[in-house]
């Protein structure tokens, strides 16, 4: 079975800060994880994807994310935040293409000016 | 690339009249389809995987009599939400797996359905 814990329902950073969301997984075999962003009243977009190629993704708008197997971590960061920034962003875990997902609880990124 | 829309983006029916919702990829071949049910503030809830000319699965609590799931192509999925009641209102989101190896999913949009 496959579930995902998002650490701290709310963030808040100051423009031109670091974005740090957090991002665990429990599952039995080698996930795909995936993070993507929501602004309001509307639909999912993907950020990013892991695959089990390069433990490092990169993804769209400046976010990227680390696989961490030792630590069942998938935390996604962009180095300066912008005020664009500002939505929900959800963790997800598959266990193979074409099957459910299983989403975390969501984050939402608050960005001061 | 990879798109998929929802029609209608917003609905408001009257207590026990059926909506439809349709999920359409536009630009690729879904063999399975998914719909949520997202409360505010809340993640999205899986209802019900559709796979292209079987029936709908659907997840623990979820009535599949009131919640009615066609996946007649390749390409459209639709949720008819039957006799629905106020407390049926919720944002609803459908989203495609392309046929083939690609891991990720293509969300819809949405659709704001309100039961007055």
């Known amino acids: 079975a496959q579930s995902v814990t998002q650490l701290g329902s709310h963030v808040s950073v100051s423009e031109g800060a670091l974005v740090l969301l957090r991002c665990n997984y429990s599952?039995?075999?080698?996930?795909?994880l995936f993070w993507y962003v929501q602004y309001p009243n509307q639909g999912l977009q993907l950020l990013l994807k892991y695959t089990s190629a390069a433990t490092l993704v990169k993804g769209i708008n400046g976010f990227e994310a680390e696989f961490k197997k030792s630590e069942t971590s998938f935390h996604l960061t962009k180095p300066s935040a912008h005020m664009s920034d500002a939505a929900e962003y959800f963790c997800a875990v598959s266990d193979q293409p074409g099957n459910q997902f299983y989403f975390g609880t969501g984050t939402s990124l608050t960005v001061i000016p | 690339g990879a798109v998929v829309s929802q029609h209608p983006s917003r609905v408001i029916c009257k207590s026990g009249t059926s909506v439809k919702i349709e999920c359409r990829s536009l630009?690729?071949?879904?063999?399975?389809m998914f719909w949520y049910r997202q409360f505010p503030k809340q993640s999205l809830m899986l209802m019900a995987t559709s796979n292209e000319g079987s029936k709908a699965t659907y997840e623990q609590g979820v009535e599949k009599d009131k919640f009615l799931i066609n996946h007649a192509s390749l390409t459209l999925s639709t949720l008819t939400v039957t006799s629905a009641h106020p407390e049926d209102s919720s944002f609803y989101i459908c989203?495609?797996?392309?046929?083939?190896?690609?891991?990720?999913?293509?969300f819809g949009p949405g659709t704001r359905l309100t039961v007055l």
């Open positions: 989203s495609a797996h392309p046929s083939g190896p690609r891991v990720e999913q293509f």
């Open positions: 599952s039995s075999v080698p996930p795909y």
């Open positions: 630009d690729f071949q879904a063999t399975t």
